[in-house]
């Protein structure tokens, strides 16, 4: 989530879509009763983990089950010395992508 006041414990998340701009607040023990079901029904995590792993993640339920499923959130670039290699680099990547989207 995007911000959390520290007088009330609320999370508030701005969502803008299409030129309008909603905020929600929600407090944080909503969220953790909210999410918490959720985290232990997709890992073997036991609640106070679960909590546990949402408060470090700020929440982001991707990342939490990422981390459980050992997925590294980081990717590498490559980085080319020239033109060249970046071109050809990006020529390979695209066909690789169509050959597996064709079979």
């Not at 989530?1 to 607040?25: G, I």
């Not at 009763?33 to 890992?43: E, F, G, W």
């Not at 036991?46 to 089950?65: M, P, Q, S, Y």
Request: hydrophobic share 35%; aromatic share 6%.
């Amino acid at each position: 989530m995007d911000n959390k006041s520290e007088d009330n414990n609320e999370v508030v998340n701005d969502v803008s879509s299409e030129n309008v701009n909603h905020t929600f607040r929600i407090t944080e023990e909503n969220l953790l009763i909210k999410l918490v079901p959720v985290v232990i029904r997709q890992t073997d995590y036991t609640e106070e983990v679960a909590r546990e792993k949402l408060l470090k993640h700020k929440f982001d339920l991707k990342k939490v089950l990422f981390e459980w499923m050992g997925v590294d959130l980081k990717k590498e670039e490559e980085n080319c010395a020239t033109g060249s290699q970046e071109r050809y680099r990006v020529i390979r990547s695209t066909m690789d992508d169509a050959s597996r989207k064709f079979r």
